[in-house]
């Protein structure tokens, strides 16, 4: 990753995180507990029991031979809260992933609102960069969600990740479905959106910066900071009665994908 990516990373995360902050905390009230499934919590009831199975079986295996855990959540909406915020403090809220290694993957998918967010946990950031979680969904899931075949583009998708974080262990899932991911997808307008992003918040800044000696910047990060002091937190819903046990208090610093069909 060269210095460019890293300083895009890194205003990326920030924003996120800043965001995170102001979310009201009655918004993370309404983040749903983890099923006893664990790596599978379909609240819609789109997913038959066999293909609960299916990933429940990926899951397990993965984790069982790697300490990484890759989750799947499905919702109707997420309301008024963008998806992105709500995945990063789902994430944090279970604790997806072990905590030293942050090494959890959280694929969120929000079927009213035609949306999806793929978080990733900061130990597996190197694995699954933004641009290959972008790749996977678009080219493996996309297609199936426009015609409403939910099931088919989340399994697919999910085991095409589940096996790019056992190669990274360097170990093979004898569950995988074997899923090929394209070597080449059209990132380049996903890519200019964001670039596109990043050089108004810097601009933005600098703006401050200059004319104002940083005093607006300086004003709304403190307003949000002392507004939320005490606030965060969110319910740790990290358990789950029975089942495959709980969640490993990993956590997400925004690194993933979104997207819509």
Request: aromatic share 10%; glycine share 12%.
């Amino acid at each position: 990753m060269n210095i460019s990516d890293k300083f895009k990373k890194f205003l990326v995360s920030s924003l996120l995180l800043i965001l995170s902050f102001s979310l009201p905390v009655s918004a993370a009230t309404n983040y749903p507990y983890p099923t006893n499934y664990k790596y599978v919590n379909d609240y819609v009831g789109i997913l038959k029991s066999n293909e609960i199975e299916t990933i429940i079986s990926l899951g397990k295996e993965l984790e069982d031979k790697t300490g990484a855990q890759s989750i799947i959540v499905i919702v109707d909406t997420t309301d008024d809260i963008p998806i992105e915020n709500y995945a990063i403090n789902l994430f944090r809220s279970w604790g997806i992933g072990q905590k030293n290694k942050d090494n959890g993957l959280l694929i969120l998918v929000a079927i009213n609102d035609r949306n999806w967010r793929v978080e990733v946990g900061r130990g597996l950031e190197g694995t699954i960069p933004d641009a290959l979680s972008n790749r996977v969904m678009q080219s493996l899931a996309k297609e199936d969600f426009k015609a409403e075949n939910y099931s088919s583009g989340i399994i697919k998708s999910y085991s095409a990740f589940t096996d790019l974080i056992a190669k990274e262990y360097g170990v093979t899932l004898s569950k995988s479905l074997n899923i090929s991911i394209p070597k080449e997808a059209q990132e380049t307008s996903h890519n200019f959106v964001g670039n596109i992003l990043i050089v108004i918040i810097v601009i933005s800044f600098l703006l401050d910066l200059f004319f104002n000696r940083g005093r607006v910047s300086s004003s709304l990060l403190q307003i949000i900071f002392w507004s939320n002091i005490g606030r965060r937190g969110g319910p740790r819903g990290g358990g789950g009665s029975g089942g495959f046990g709980g969640f490993g208090g990993g956590s997400s610093n925004g690194g993933g994908s979104s997207g819509s069909w």
